[in-house]
């Protein structure tokens, strides 16, 4: 699978810094994961093709007009779900953008397989690069890290960042707290800084900014958390762990790479079209997005936004008026790095054969979805094409040009 551009060479790239303006926070990456196979035909909506409302009959979304479901028009190709309007004015700013057609060479259509490999960024055949990608790319760009470089919002440790030096799983930042046996955990602070603060050494260095870190992270909760410019989370899961992705941003405890999930795009049946189950979960997927945006607006130079699903949809409704598993997917990504206010990837796509060896039909895979992440990696965390090239040793990593 190739890239979009003419320009194969992934050291083409300008790599920054990746350091924060004052130096006290890297820049974060947040890694949304839609589990399930989402359908992102139907939240990139390729409009101007008649072939699309011929395949999808009752699931395809109306044109752009002045309908209260139709599409959102941004191109003379595409078009954006309804649901997805809160992220318009982000896309027209030149901060959204999608790479079309990103998949891998996995033909199982098996939910746990495609997504165990897109999160060890590994090929289906060939040598594993052992643990996670983002895991990975944490050991290889070595630099002093605070406990919270990397942070998963959820209760299990997904597989993108097994491996990582340093990383925590919770749902909420009061999770993170010494535990006292009476309750009151000054006198175990006091002795735990007499302890570290005499000792010179590797341990007692890090005990310190452990001990910074808890104290950072108590004066948070000290007082409710109050989102900025007005921005408004919605009352699921979701939008709760994007908040407190927001608030260790600001917090700046050298958060690296969070982790977030959003599950529920398995629509087999009744998917729906501009209403139903597939817009109410494209519907939570922006509303947790465009708060966080306006939440962040003072930090967007800190932060970038990907959004992945382990495979995409077939073409065409099935008789449950839904879609079953596809291939290729359109890949979103959502920052002031990001070449936004465009699709890459162009229209028509080329479709799998269902008469061949390749598995599920639907989109064919044109982009190698570890070109996408190397990218990211490059512009966001400063990698060199060496250290890309460690982080996924058996990718050609070539240059896709969604990143600035």
């Known amino acids: 699978m190739a890239g979009s551009s003419s320009d194969s060479s992934i050291s ?50 109306p044109r752009p007009g002045n309908a209260r479901d139709a599409a959102i028009r941004l191109t003379d190709l595409y078009a954006l779900h309804p649901s997805m309007r809160p992220l318009e004015e982000a896309f027209k700013e030149g901060r959204l953008g999608a790479v079309q057609a990103v998949g891998m060479d996995n033909t199982s259509g098996s939910h746990f397989e495609c997504q165990d490999q897109m999160e060890h960024g590994d090929a289906a055949d060939g040598e594993q690069a052992g643990g996670g990608w983002l895991g990975r790319f944490l050991r290889v760009k070595k630099r002093v890290r605070s406990p919270l470089s990397a942070v998963a919002i959820g209760t299990a440790l997904p ?91 600001k917090a700046r405890v050298g958060l690296e790479a969070a982790c977030v999930d959003l599950g529920g795009w398995d629509t087999h049946f009744f998917q ?12 939570t997927l922006a509303t947790g997005l465009s708060a966080l945006e306006r939440d962040l607006k003072s930090y967007r130079a800190r932060y970038t936004v990907i959004i992945t699903t382990e495979f995409g949809r077939r073409i065409y409704e099935n008789a449950s008026l839904g879609t079953d598993h596809g291939r290729g997917f359109a890949f979103t990504a959502l920052g002031d790095r990001v070449r936004g206010g465009r699709i890459i990837g162009g229209w028509p796509i080329e479709a799998v054969d269902e008469s061949t060896i390749l598995g599920p039909g639907g989109i064919l895979p044109k982009v190698d979805f570890r070109d996408v992440f190397a990218e990211v990696l490059s512009s966001c965390h400063g990698l060199s094409p060496e250290e890309c090239a460690a982080v996924f040793p058996s990718a050609p990593l070539t240059l896709i040009g969604l990143m600035a």
């Open 159 to 249: 597989e993108s960042l097994r491996g990582a030096p340093s990383v925590s799983v919770i749902e909420r930042i009061a999770d993170i707290a010494l535990k006292a046996p009476i309750g009151d955990a000054s006198v175990l602070k006091s002795v735990l800084g007499s302890l570290y603060g005499a000792d010179s050494t590797l341990l007692g260095e890090h005990g310190r900014e452990t001990l910074s870190l808890f104290q950072r992270v108590s004066e948070l909760q000290e007082h409710p958390y109050t989102p900025e410019n007005g921005a408004l989370y919605g009352k699921d899961d979701f939008s709760a762990g994007l908040s407190e992705v927001a608030r260790l941003i």
């Open 12 to 61: 083409r790239l300008r790599f920054a810094s990746g350091e924060g303006s004052d130096g006290d926070q890297t820049h974060t990456l947040i890694c949304i994961f839609l589990r399930g196979g989402a359908d992102t035909l139907n939240v990139w909506v390729p409009y101007a093709d008649d072939a699309y409302y011929r395949q999808r009959p009752n699931l395809a979304i």
């Open 272 to 283: 729906g079209s501009a209403s139903g189950l597939h817009s109410e979960r494209i519907k």
